[in-house]
């Protein structure tokens, strides 16, 4: 995972199926971004800023299928 993220963020592994992420970032959309281009599951969990942000982005990639 962290192959991905390159220089980034910073994924620290949790088990053998699970990393914690942390993107060091102001901007929400570039984080939002990085989290969908790693194609892997994922939760955010903080801040709270962050999880309406995304569910935000969602609320508008499925209106932009839905039409």
């Not at 199926?17 to 959309?29: G, K």
């Not at 570039?30 to 999880?51: D, G, M, N, R, S």
């Amino acid at each position: 995972m962290q192959e991905k993220l390159g220089g980034w963020g910073e994924a620290t592994p949790i088990n053998e199926n699970s990393f914690a992420v942390r993107i060091p970032t102001s901007d929400l959309d570039w984080a939002t971004f990085a989290l969908v281009a790693l194609h892997a599951p994922f939760t955010i969990h903080e801040p709270v800023e962050a999880v309406a942000h995304a569910a935000e982005w969602g609320s508008r990639l499925a209106a932009a299928i839905n039409t």
